[in-house]
């Protein structure tokens, strides 16, 4: 069985523009939620998915990010214009929805720079 | 207060021997609680997950909760090179299903 993916695995960008990462979570799991890591500081989480609602957002640190999870499926996290703070590893993470244990698997993490 | 506290390391131990790792969360709420383990650059993993008070034990590793103290500790018996990592200390809400709360993790460093 596939893990979680994600894509792209960098991204370097500059102040201003725009980027989407995507992540594509194990099939079947209907929950899916985003994390970000700045360095030197904890995994944070952003957002979470229930199939396509938002559940939770109460992460996200501005309106320059928006997440998306069409069809329930995949999710996309963009940031629109990124500034300098957003640099950090953003992961992604599902569970699903009724589990013996409250498992979240994790991808491996798409690494952004903001210059 | 930081929600999920960690001693950030880094923590060396001895080929063989037991590393021990503590963490200290500030929510009273708080129902379940998760060790991940992170070689760098990598995603983190779940190597053990407890939710009542005392001892859960799963191979080399054992982990311990204790509510009232708002404490959680993972024992790793037999030290391995392989277990030099980054340790997180993760904690979720009341209904399940819900976000972690994370530490900053310990580094740990297993000397042959």
């Known amino acids: 069985e596939a893990g979680v993916t994600q894509f792209p695995s960098h991204s370097v960008i500059e102040k201003g523009q725009t980027v989407t990462l995507r992540c594509d979570p194990i099939?079947?799991?209907?929950?899916l939620y985003w994390y970000r890591r700045v360095m030197g500081k904890e995994i944070k989480f952003l957002l979470h998915?229930?199939?396509?609602?938002?559940?939770?957002e109460s992460g996200m640190p501005n309106n320059r990010f928006l997440a998306e999870r069409t069809g329930g499926t995949y999710s996309t996290l963009k940031v629109q214009p990124a500034e300098l703070e957003d640099s950090g590893v953003y992961f992604c993470?599902?569970?699903?929805?009724?589990?013996?244990?409250?498992?979240?698997?994790f991808g491996p993490g798409t690494r952004l720079t903001v210059l | 207060q930081k929600e999920v506290e960690q001693n950030s390391g880094p923590l060396s131990v001895p080929e063989g021997a037991i590393a021990s790792l503590n963490c200290t969360y500030s929510?009273?709420?708080?129902?379940?609680f998760f060790w991940y383990r992170q070689y760098s650059g990598k995603s983190p993993e779940l190597i053990m997950f407890?939710?009542?008070?005392g001892d859960k034990e799963d191979g080399r590793f054992t982990a311990q909760l204790n509510k009232a103290s708002q404490y959680v500790s993972l024992l790793i018996r037999d030290s391995q090179p392989s277990d030099s990592a980054t340790y997180l200390c993760?904690?979720?809400?009341?209904?399940?299903?819900?976000?972690?709360?994370f530490g900053t993790g310990t580094r740990l460093t297993i000397i042959p």
């Open positions: 929510d009273r709420g708080s129902q379940s």
């Open positions: 993470a599902s569970s699903p929805l009724a589990g013996d244990y409250n498992e979240q698997f």
């Open positions: 099939s079947g799991h209907d929950n």
């Open positions: 407890i939710y009542s008070n």
């Open positions: 993760a904690v979720m809400g009341f209904f399940g299903n819900e976000k972690l709360t």
């Open positions: 998915f229930v199939k396509e609602s938002k559940q939770d």
